[in-house]
């Protein structure tokens, strides 16, 4: 069936470095590619997302690209901020219209001053 | 935007005793819900799909007798989770999918998750 695996976490950064986050994907068709993110005790807040292949998603200097040769979604962000502490998820949705997200398993990031 | 109220966002039951779990779409209607179970750092596990005026659709390996899914109206759908124990304790989140929302997933909105502490 159709699957997202992203890396494993935690990651943890300095104010103002450079994030990646990868993020591959198994689906048959052609999905919808998501990030979600959470913060403590909260529910999932959508971050981006593109339909298509080469499309690319971008939000609060967060970027991700649909490449579909690669199968891949990586979340990247030029210069994090400590407010980027959350636990990212990469998501997808098959190419059936009502159906569920399918996650990954979360990546934990951690911003310092 | 589409907002999903999510209700309680936490609650405390004895042991044996039933919880429910309220799912609200706020200004928009929602022919589809979909309701996750997510254990601490790990990722969110699709429990069942409902739809407005059907049963839902229950995943692998979840019992529909214990955790019943209501979804008797386009703004509304419920999860109780009957005869609790101390392994159902967990984070609970629903998502609404607006009505006529095309099939590349836009609109996909989360409630705010539900704790559940069973003791």
């Known amino acids: 069936g159709d699957s997202v695996t992203q890396m494993e976490g935690p990651v943890t950064l300095s104010e103002e470095a450079f994030l990646t986050i990868n993020c591959t994907y198994t689906?048959?068709?052609?999905?919808?590619l998501f990030w979600y993110v959470q913060y403590p005790g909260e529910g999932l807040q959508l971050l981006l997302k593109?339909?298509?292949?080469?499309d690319k998603g971008s939000n609060k200097g967060f970027e991700a690209t649909y490449r579909k040769e690669t199968t891949s979604f990586h979340l990247e962000k030029g210069s994090v901020q400590v407010s980027d502490s959350a636990v990212y998820f990469c998501?997808?949705?098959?190419?059936?219209?009502?159906?569920?997200?399918?996650f990954g398993k979360g990546t934990t990031l951690s911003v310092s001053s | 935007g589409a907002v999903v109220s999510q209700h309680p966002s936490w609650v405390i039951c004895k042991s044996g005793t039933s919880v429910k779990i309220e799912c609200r779409s706020l200004?928009?209607?929602?022919?589809?819900m979909f309701w996750y179970r997510q254990f601490p750092k790990q990722s969110l596990m699709l429990m069942a799909t409902?739809?407005?005026?059907?049963?839902?659709?229950?995943e692998q390996g979840v019992e529909k007798d214990k955790f019943l899914i209501n979804h008797a109206s386009l703004t509304l759908s419920t999860l109780t989770v009957t005869s609790a124990h101390p392994e159902d304790s967990s984070f609970y989140i629903c998502?609404?999918?607006?009505?006529?929302?095309?099939?590349?997933?836009?609109?996909?909105?989360f409630g705010s998750g539900t704790r559940l502490t069973v003791v």
């Open positions: 998502s609404a999918l607006p009505t006529g929302s095309r099939r590349e997933g836009y609109g996909y909105t």
């Open positions: 689906a048959t068709g052609y999905p919808s």
């Open positions: 593109a339909t298509k292949a080469d």
């Open positions: 998501a997808l949705t098959p190419n059936q219209a009502g159906t569920a997200l399918i």
């Open positions: 200004d928009f209607q929602a022919t589809t």
């Open positions: 409902s739809n407005e005026g059907s049963k839902a659709t229950y």
